[in-house]
């Protein structure tokens, strides 16, 4: 039975119903005054945990703008769209996960897209097992292998919170007015408009060669991809678009965006296999 929560009297924080490696709630005081004071519409093609979109929204800065957020993660976008059309039954069916959460029951449903009829699960079967292995996996690591399948390992935690109901319904109020769908981070050519704000928070380039273990997609985002993403910022940028766009801070990066405006900020890292490659990194912002 679904119970309703009111959520009126609630904190007006919005902020992630999902962790997400890269994810930027701890560089938003670094990245907001980097901002666009005025901008038009929002546009948002690498979604992850979309910390930026739910920052923007809290501080009512994305009121009465259109926002479009996409990826070209079909299963992020469905548990998006999911939590924006049904939150309740969303939460409900969480619920059932958590009460049957073990390290058996994790890789049960692990398993669950090695198998033929995988797609016949309806959108909110599928948006509960991302958003359930997404909060019982190891750090919150979205990792599939070449065949697409999901494949990091049960995390270490006592009393994951699985059905994190008002976290999950003030998601879905700020994404009533979103336009979410899948798509590669191109096709916002398409639709950026001078003066709107777009940000590109793309899979890093690798600082070094076993950094690939963090990508979220079986498609590395190398050169080549670095190279086509250059060539959408410069179009959007000459375009009159506001363009920002997170990376990692190497030789690389910095050199294929030296005529734009780059900026250091300070991120701690939290995937390493050695402990000693934790801690503070540098990363850049860029915009035009």
């Given at each position: 039975m679904t119970v309703k929560i009111d959520i009126r009297n609630q904190s007006k924080s919005f902020q992630p119903f999902i962790k997400w490696v890269g994810g930027k709630r701890g560089l938003l005081e670094q990245i907001l005054p980097l901002l666009p004071k005025n901008f038009k519409d929002y546009h948002e093609p690498f979604l992850g945990g979309g910390a930026l979109f739910f920052e923007l929204y809290s501080k009512g800065l994305l009121k009465d703008k259109n926002i479009y957020l996409s990826d070209i993660n079909a299963e992020l976008i469905n548990a998006y769209s999911v939590v924006?059309?049904?939150p309740y039954e969303l939460i409900d069916s969480l619920k059932e996960y958590k009460a049957k959460h073990s390290k058996e029951f994790y890789y049960q449903i692990r398993e669950l897209d090695r198998l033929d009829n995988y797609n016949t699960l309806s959108n909110l079967e599928?948006?509960?097992?991302?958003i359930y292995l997404n909060k019982t996996c190891f750090n919150g690591l979205y990792r599939v292998n070449k065949k697409g399948y999901f494949n990091t390992p049960i995390g270490s935690y006592k009393n994951p919170n699985i059905a994190d109901e008002y976290t999950l319904l003030n998601a879905s109020k700020a994404l009533q007015n979103a336009t979410i769908n899948v798509q590669p981070f191109e096709d916002v050519l398409n639709y950026?408009?001078?003066?709107?704000l777009v940000y590109f928070d793309p899979p890093y380039y690798p600082l070094n060669e076993t950094s690939n273990f963090t990508s979220y997609d079986s498609n590395c985002f190398l050169e080549d991809k670095q190279r086509e993403l250059y060539q959408v910022?410069?179009?959007l940028s000459k375009d009159g678009v506001n363009v920002v766009l997170s990376n990692s801070d190497t030789v690389f990066i910095k050199e294929l965006y030296k005529n734009f405006d780059i900026n250091i900020v300070n991120a701690n890292r939290f995937i390493n296999s050695k402990s000693s490659g934790r801690g503070k990194i540098n990363e850049v912002l860029i915009k035009n």
């Open positions: 924006k059309n049904s599928k948006a509960t097992r991302f950026a408009k001078k003066d709107d910022f410069s179009k």
